[in-house]
């Protein structure tokens, strides 16, 4: 079965910068196109980046210029590196693989990781 790990969140103070990473298993990872989407408390799940396996990449508005995705095949492993962090960027963050349909939501997704929590603070 196809298997996704995150690692590298925790706690950041405003403008700080963390890399993520999600480990994946189980399946040919470089015919993979993956996202990274995030959870706030008592907010619903967001898109927030993807990257096709030729290495196209997209973003939503609000992390726009601010974060950039990449993969890794030879690992096997796709990272998230952010910047200028904001409170409003606090939140779970979920690696998943697509499986059809628009990049930019959810229900195209078929795999998902267990998250890893990111916290900024002033």
């Known amino acids: 079965q196809v298997q996704l790990v995150e690692s590298g969140g925790g706690l950041v103070q405003t403008g700080g910068s963390l890399r993520l990473s999600c480990a994946a298993s189980?399946?040919?990872?470089?015919?993979?196109?993956m996202g990274w989407f995030r959870q706030a408390p008592g907010k619903e799940r967001e898109f927030v980046a993807a990257?096709?396996?030729?290495?196209?990449?997209y973003y939503s508005d609000s992390v726009k210029g601010r974060f950039t995705i990449s993969r890794d095949n030879a690992k096997d492993t796709v990272y998230l590196q952010m910047n200028s962090l904001k409170s409003d960027d606090t939140a779970v963050y979920y690696c998943?693989?697509?499986?059809?349909?628009?990049?930019?939501?959810?229900?195209?997704?078929?795999?998902w990781g267990q998250g890893t929590q990111v916290t900024v603070g002033s």
């Open positions: 189980g399946g040919t990872f470089s015919s993979y196109v």
């Open positions: 998943a693989k697509h499986s059809r349909g628009s990049y930019y939501q959810m229900g195209s997704y078929e795999y």
């Open positions: 990257i096709t396996w030729r290495g196209n990449t």
